[in-house]
Every structure is written in structure tokens, then in C-alpha cells.
């Protein structure tokens, strides 16, 4: 079974924060994550389960495997995706779509939208 461990970051409810502590049981796994809503106030929710975490970063991702992203005038596609407990971001792998040996690389999400954006402006 996967599972995150206690202090990684993960989203939830649109914020990055870390889980604040962990509960396995025989079926399941269990997070309790904190958050601020719009007013500042401490928002407890217990009982999150993986599959939530899961949603929520996919939902918060900007990219899939397989999308095409301009960061030049040759094509270049998104090869593979995770999310990184450490930095609290999606890391994506980016590579030539026919030769697997030709410039793999890996951006952050915040690095690859703005060489994305910049190019298209550039390019405009």
C-alpha cells in the first residue's frame, strides 16, 4: 500500500501544507491535514483519505503525460509526471516524443509554465 508520510507536502483545499499526522488501520490509511480558509481561521480536516490527496493533486497539475508543451520550435512532450513530497510541486519529465536518448529533462511546474509562457510570448 502507498502512503504519504507524516510532515510531506501535499494539497488540500488548494493550499500546499504538510500532513500533520497519520493513522493506519488494516483497510485503510487516514491523514489529518491542516488548512487556513479565507478568513485566516484553522481548518482541521480528519479522516483524509489517499485517493483525496490523489484528486487534489491531480486537479492541481498543469500538465499530463502526453501533452504537448512549446518550450522550442521542435516538439517536446510531457514523458512522466509525480508529485514531490519535498518541495510540495509536480515535477514533470520532458522528452523528444520519437528518440528517447535526445534531452530528457525535468522542470517543476512553476519552471515549466513560465518557459512555456515565455516562449509563447517570444514566438507570438
Known sequence: MIRFRKGA???????????????????????????????NE????????????VSEINSYASFCVGDKVGLGPWDTYVK??????????????????FDERRSIVTF???????RVEGYAAKSA
Open 42 to 53: 484553522l481548518v482541521m480536516d480528519q479522516q483524509v483519505t489517499f485517493g483525496q490527496i
Open 108 to 114: 517543476t511546474q512553476e519552471e515549466l509554465v513560465l
Open 9 to 39: 507536502l501535499v494539497v488540500w483545499r488548494g493550499q500546499v501544507v504538510p500532513i500533520v499526522n497519520r493513522w493506519d488501520f488494516r483497510d485503510a490509511t487516514v491523514y489529518l491535514i491542516h488548512t487556513r480558509n479565507a478568513r
Open 80 to 97: 512522466a509526471r509525480w508529485w514531490s513530497t519535498r518541495k510540495g510541486t509536480v515535477v514533470y519529465r520532458i522528452n523528444d516524443l
